[in-house]
């Protein structure tokens, strides 16, 4: 038995391949059917190129049905698939290039350029272009290869994607996600949010990441219907489309959006049957509110890359704001003391995790797979929570420092790095600090050498040094200038008490 994802996947497609699939804003629709002949163009192309089962494909292009096409041709054909966020710049895309090392790499047209340079360097055979429209030289390329395609037999421990996150240290890691990583997450998903005949998702997350590609995307493909697939989040288009819609899957972000137009309400919602959010934490004013205005309770979850969804409040029992809800099937959860033992009701302890919707391990990272996991197999999170007497889950905090901006991961180091190499600086920590829109906004607390270098910052300076290094949502909103950093006694700065002192300033 073929244990491909793709062939999980379409095994449940409609019979009639004119079944809609994806709905474009401009009223365009892919069907089923158009979904297979495209992925069988490209996955013939793929192959044609050279690459053998196993070898990577990377992507840093906007998100569109051929986007979405690409990455079932990629795992079709047999590869394993590497969503790269379109923000990402020199400095990011030479290290995971390198890291990775693709056989294939597909970029946008206005990256051609540095797309070939940095492939050049790090032995990419092959890159190839897909512009915001859909369009472009793979698009051409596949054009003449046949509709038809065996698609080529994987097992479920064979690696399907890699997605890169990070940790304290600044170095990315790659996730690996298997067929059967995959499979598992999107099979329990669908169950249990109890997807039925004629659903219809509104789409309107990035699908660079776990909660866009994978939760929402599987979801439908496995159920064999469609989705309003939009390019972003738009607070005009959501309000046109959600009376249409019977699901909707979002970051807290774009909830708070919605509920800051009076517009918004019950008639707006009336065929909604299901809201999720997730990917970062959701204000329970915002969940109290959204169900006061909607007479809808939010279903709120918790995931990350290394694994997908791990715990989700429940479809029919009751969803209690402030917590991420219970174990999902097939999940294994303990929260442990520093010891390593069961903490009790209520005590705030590690979250570990097992199942096999669980990763493989981190690409090229054998000593740090191996630090990340328990001897038992259990997965150290890193987040901190506590359960409740009825065992809902309530995330506390995160123990690496993570920055969570609009529901996209920022890591503090990477950003130090970059600040601390600047004339005038002593030394900086990066925090996030509670924003009405975002959740956090990425701030700097800097210190500044006592010399006319130190004396010459400035927030602007700071925040115009990094622009261009880095994708924008990881660029500083805030820029705090001080004289020192608080420390304990081990020497170790205090983040806990730059976010406390910080997140009482006035909004800015």
Request: glycine share 10%; charged share 20%; aromatic share 10%.
């Amino acid at each position: 038995m073929n244990q491909n994802l793709y062939s999980f996947l379409a095994s449940h497609f409609p019979k009639n391949p004119a079944a809609p699939s994806m709905i474009l804003p401009d009223g365009r629709v892919w069907t089923y059917g158009d979904i297979e002949r495209a992925s069988g163009r490209m996955a013939n192309l793929i192959v044609s190129l050279g690459l053998r089962p196993g070898d990577r494909v990377a992507a840093q292009v906007e998100k569109t049905p051929e986007a979405l096409v690409l990455y079932l041709a990629a795992i079709r054909a047999g590869m394993v698939f590497l969503p790269l966020n379109p923000a990402y710049q020199r400095q990011e895309l030479d290290y995971f290039l390198n890291d990775a090392t693709p056989g294939l790499f597909v970029c946008r047209p206005q990256m051609r350029a540095l797309a070939d340079e940095l492939a050049a360097k790090a032995g990419v055979p092959h890159v190839i272009e897909l512009d915001d429209d859909g369009r472009g030289s793979l698009i051409a390329a596949a054009a003449p290869q046949p509709d038809g395609f065996d698609t080529i037999v994987r097992t479920t421990a064979d690696l399907a994607a890699i997605l890169y996150t990070s940790g304290t240290t600044g170095r990315s890691k790659g996730a690996m996600l298997s067929h059967g990583n995959l499979a598992h997450n999107a099979q329990t998903l669908h169950a249990y949010w109890h997807f039925q005949p004629g659903d219809v998702l509104l789409h309107m997350l990035p699908t660079f990441h776990v909660h866009g590609l994978f939760v929402a995307c599987h979801c439908v493909l496995l159920n064999g219907s469609a989705m309003f697939f939009e390019p972003k989040f738009d607070l005009a288009r959501a309000m046109k489309l959600l009376p249409q819609a019977t699901v909707f899957m979002g970051v807290p972000t774009y909830y708070v959006r919605l509920l800051l137009n009076p517009a918004f309400g019950r008639d707006t919602c009336r065929n909604i049957r299901l809201f999720v959010a997730g990917s970062a934490p959701l204000l329970k004013e915002t969940f109290d509110e959204f169900r006061a205005r909607s007479g809808h309770t939010i279903l709120e979850r918790y995931g990350m890359t290394e694994g997908g969804m791990f715990t989700s409040n429940p479809y029919d029992g009751e969803r209690r704001g402030g917590t991420v809800g219970h174990p999902l099937p097939g999940t294994a959860i303990r929260i442990v003391g520093a010891d390593g033992t069961a903490v009790r009701t209520g005590v705030v302890g590690n979250i570990q995790v097992k199942g096999d919707n669980v990763f493989v391990g981190y690409w090229g990272m054998p000593e740090k797979t191996r630090e990340e996991f328990t001897a038992d197999g259990f997965f150290k999170t890193g987040d901190m929570g506590s359960w409740d007497a009825d065992f809902y889950i309530t995330i506390s905090g995160r123990s690496k420092d993570l920055v969570i901006t609009g529901g996209l991961n920022v890591y503090p180091k990477e950003i130090e790095e970059l600040i601390d190499a600047m004339p005038g600086v002593v030394e900086s920590a990066v925090i996030g600090l509670p924003h009405p829109d975002f959740g956090e906004a990425v701030s700097a607390v800097v210190v500044r050498q006592k010399n006319p270098a130190g004396a010459a910052l400035t927030e602007a300076a700071i925040i115009s040094a990094i622009k261009g290094q880095l994708a924008n949502f990881k660029v500083p909103k805030w820029v705090y200038l001080v004289d020192q950093l608080p420390r304990n006694a081990m020497g170790k700065v205090q983040k806990s008490i730059l976010r406390q002192q910080y997140s009482a300033m006035p909004d800015r």
